[in-house]
Nanobody
Framework: QVQLVESGGGLVQPGGSLRLSCAAS????????VNWYRQAPAKQRDLVAT???????NYADSVKGRFTISRDNAKNTVYLQMNSLKPEDTAVYYC?????????WGQGTQVTVSS
């Protein structure tokens, strides 16, 4: 069983930065790929960034060059550094870990980009 807890969301002005954290329970965390998704009101949940167990990363085109995903396996934590934020980045951000048996989600953290 894995529990994921996101934190770090909030209200920020356009051009600002936030760092989201996803803290995981369970020792299996370090051997799996972890994803960040986001969901804006009345829209589907979209994949934002991915990091594998070995640290390989991938990003949605809309966030490339602005967001950075990283992980600290010693702390069972994945981070999403978000820079140059835009109003269209406003969404609830979710951490996700998928195994062959289950698909785990956190409760989400709200990010609002507005002046």
């Amino acid at each position: 069983q894995v529990q994921l807890v996101e934190s770090g969301g909030g209200l920020v002005q356009p051009g600002g930065s936030l760092r989201l954290s996803c803290a995981a329970s369970g020792s299996i965390f370090r051997v799996y790929t972890v994803n960040w998704y986001r969901q804006a009101p009345a829209k589907q949940r979209d994949l934002v960034a991915t990091i594998t167990s070995t640290g390989n990363t991938n990003y949605a085109d809309s966030v490339k060059g602005r967001f950075t995903i990283s992980r600290d396996n010693a702390k069972n934590t994945v981070y999403l550094q978000m820079n140059s934020l835009k109003p269209e980045d406003t969404a609830v951000y979710y951490c996700n870990l998928r195994t062959s048996l289950a698909n785990y989600w956190g409760q989400g953290t709200q990010v609002t980009v507005s002046s």
